[in-house]
C-alpha cells in the first residue's frame, strides 16, 4: 500500500482530481441523458456513475485496505463485502460531481469533493473545480488554495468577521427536505446581516468559498456527508468553524448532521444558527 501520511494523501487526491478532470470538462458540453433520483431535483447523470467509478478503481488500486462511501454506489471495498470501518481503516468520502443540477444543465459551478478520514477524524481532503482549475486542499499542514498562473495560496481565516463584511453562500431552505414554518422568514432575517445571499447550487463550493473569505458564512439543511466532509476539513484547517446537526444536536464527526453552520467567527455562525432554529 502506498504511503498513507496526510501529506501524501492531499497531493494524491489532487493529482486524481486533476486526471479526471478533462474527461469531466469534455463532458459539461454535452450531458447526455439526465436522469432523477428521488425527485425532478435530484438529477444524476451518466458521469456522476462513471467518474464515482473510476476514483473507486484508483483508490483501491493504490490503497487497497480503504473503504469508501460514494454518493451514487453507497459503501464500497474492494473485496465487495462492506462492514462497520474499524478506527484505524481508511474511509473515503466521495462526491464525484457536486452540484449536478448546474453541471447538467451548463452552469460552472460544479466540483469533485473527495476526503479521506480516519477513526472519525479528517486526513486529507481536495476540492476540484475543473471549469476554472481551482483546487482547494488541506492536509495536517493547514488548508491551500491553488490557482492556474498563480502560487499556492495557504488559507487563513480571521476569526474578528462580522456577517456585514461580505456574502452568505446558502442553499437553504432546501427543496430536497421539507421545509418548517418560518424557513423564508429567517432566511429573510438572516439575509438583512450580510452583504447578499448567494444560492450556488454545490454545498461543497460554498464551504471553499467560506475557508479562502469569498463569503462569511454558509448553513444549510439536508446534506449528506459526501455533500460536506471534504469542506469541513478545508474551512477548519484555514481556520474557521463548522458545526453539524441532527435533530438540534451538535454531532461528531460533523459530516454525520444533516443540518450545518460553517463561518470564519462566531459571529456570523450565530446568525446561521438562528436561521436554522438552532
Partial sequence: M????STSLRQFIVDLTADLSPDLRAA???????????????????HDKATEQKIRTAIFAAYPESVLLGEEG?????????????????VWIVDPIDGTSNFASGWDHWCISISATRGAEHVASA???????????ADENGAFLDEPEQDTRVLK????AVPADGLCATEF??????????????????????????????????????????????????????????GIHIIRQAGGFYEGYRDGTEVTPAWDGPVYVAGPSEKCMEVGRKALAL
Fill in 157 to 160: 481565516l480571521g476569526n474578528d
Fill in 173 to 230: 431552505p432546501s427543496v430536497h427536505k421539507e421545509g418548517r414554518p418560518g424557513d423564508l422568514n429567517r432566511w429573510q432575517e438572516a439575509s438583512k446581516h450580510f452583504r447578499s445571499m448567494r444560492r450556488s447550487g454545490s454545498t461543497a463550493l460554498d464551504l471553499c468559498y467560506v475557508a479562502d473569505g469569498r463569503a462569511v458564512a454558509s448553513f444549510s439543511h439536508g446534506v449528506n456527508a459526501w455533500d460536506v466532509a471534504a
Fill in 2 to 5: 502506498n504511503d498513507t501520511t
Fill in 28 to 46: 459539461s458540453r454535452d450531458v447526455g441523458t439526465i436522469d432523477t433520483k428521488s425527485s425532478f431535483h435530484d438529477v444524476v447523470t451518466e
Fill in 74 to 90: 453507497g459503501w464500497a471495498s474492494p473485496s465487495g463485502e462492506v462492514t462497520e470501518p474499524s478506527p484505524t481503516d481508511l
Fill in 127 to 137: 476540492i476540484c473545480q475543473p471549469l476554472t482549475g481551482r483546487v482547494w486542499s
